[in-house]
DNA sequence: AATCGTATTATGGCCTACCAAATACTGTAG
DNA sequence: CTACAGTATTTGGTAGGCCATAATACGATT
């Protein structure tokens, strides 16, 4: 019995990742970043060679960014990187308004000053970063904006569906916030929604949050035509 | 783009599904209606024995489902049934909700008449499924009604995710559905869906998939939490 | 020369067999 | 009756091989 107590205490962070949950991350990574390319083609073996990793390894983690829709799978030709068409880029940005919309709503139903605390929080770590032109960190600060929105209010399947589909718009977020007058208006359209939360304004909350991904959304719209007919 | 229309035309159906997509849909069917129950451990070598494949597609399928959530992983344990919550329940019928809601919307803004037409059918059918007590067909054919829903208006995206969902909770919605009077409320509140459409009412239609979607929860909700104790 | 087989290669899909480490189980000695 | 050692089970991971198919290159025939 005194086991139990101590492991609890002393916890380590990650003991025993699996090597397929590694490899995962990292192929994961290269393709958000862009080392594949949309359209690339993933060959199992050289993907092997590169990781390091066995067959079957490689497989699953395949199979897994498959059914997270960041590779796909032509028939009788294999795995290549999914390519983000606009019109699907547009409906994820849609589900995301749809669902920050109603995590935002309710955090100004719940009223709680913790939420106001720590959006805010988040919401200075982002004007920081934008001020230092660290576009990772507003990245990641951005992120960590919503997961607020979404854990404080308990609502961890939302924020599990909206950080996948997330994933499949990353290389358009990080061109969205590059854009000219983004570093301005992005929490402005921020401040709004913790502003709405701050009156208990639910509805207003709500429609805050879904101007701020609509706007989002019509930049990446703007960037994604821009780019297509130069390929 | 001539292309596109011409191997619409004449396509062939998929002669050859992989080995692996059968037996990932046959494990899935398995989990869904029950021969799985939740907490069982699915232990590889059985599986394989069970399914008459290797180890390699099914640690795929394995992977597969648990992205899917149907499936958790504990650690050096391997793989067992995923448990549903009720809490969870609860936020994925509240997703539903927002997502058919805002498809809902969509399809009365767009005021075509072959959506009502199409839904009107599935409602039918589904009414038809009930007099013959045909459960398998009721579920089938309320998805079809959602399906509808969402790719009349092009949001394939959300179907998707909707769906994805949606298994999670297929045990419930299955006994939601044999709920006393469910036959008779169900697709009425479908049918105000449907009104709400045809009058181009695109608040009154969000409402109506949303309160819809609200009934089945409580009704899940009831059910599970009368359940539980009996464990 | 143009076209039509045919060999080769690349690759995915699938399988078997094996090993190491962690966990659960079991039987025995003290 | 407990503690401990040994054994089985099972996952995580590796290695390598077989077969089918698609694409490419190459050579032969008309």
Redesign the interface.
């Known amino acids: 019995m005194s086991g139990a107590l101590k492991d609890a205490a002393i916890r380590v962070e990650r003991p025993?990742k699996?090597l397929r949950e590694l490899a995962l991350d990292k192929v994961r990574e290269a393709i958000v970043n862009g080392y594949f390319r949309p359209g690339d083609r993933l060959v199992e073996r050289d993907l092997c060679a590169q990781l390091g990793v066995s067959r079957?390894v490689v497989?699953?983690v395949l199979?897994?960014l498959e059914?997270?829709g960041l590779v796909a799978n032509l028939?009788n030709k294999g795995p290549i990187v999914a390519q983000l068409d606009i019109?699907?880029a547009r409906?994820?940005y849609?589900?995301r308004g749809?669902?920050e919309g109603?995590a935002a709503r309710l955090c100004a139903e719940r009223g709680s000053p913790e939420i106001v605390a720590a959006l805010e929080e988040s919401l200075t770590a982002i004007r920081n970063s934008y001020r230092d032109s660290d576009m990772a960190g507003v990245l990641a600060n951005t992120s960590s904006f919503y997961q607020t929105l979404f854990t404080m209010v308990?609502?961890?399947?939302?924020w599990g569906?909206v950080n996948l589909?997330t994933v499949r718009i990353n290389h358009l977020r990080s061109m969205t916030i590059k854009t000219e007058r983004r570093g301005i208006e992005g929490p402005l359209q921020m401040s709004k929604i913790v502003d709405a939360i701050r009156r208990g304004d639910g509805e207003g909350a709500q429609r805050a949050a879904m101007d701020h991904v609509a706007a989002a959304s019509a930049i990446a719209e703007a960037v994604l035509s821009a780019q297509k007919p130069a390929e």
Do not use: F
Request: charged residues 35%; negative net charge; proline residues 4%.
């Open positions: 025993a699996t079957t497989r699953e199979r897994h059914s997270e028939p019109d699907e409906q994820i849609e589900i749809a669902l109603m308990d609502r961890h399947v939302a569906v589909l």
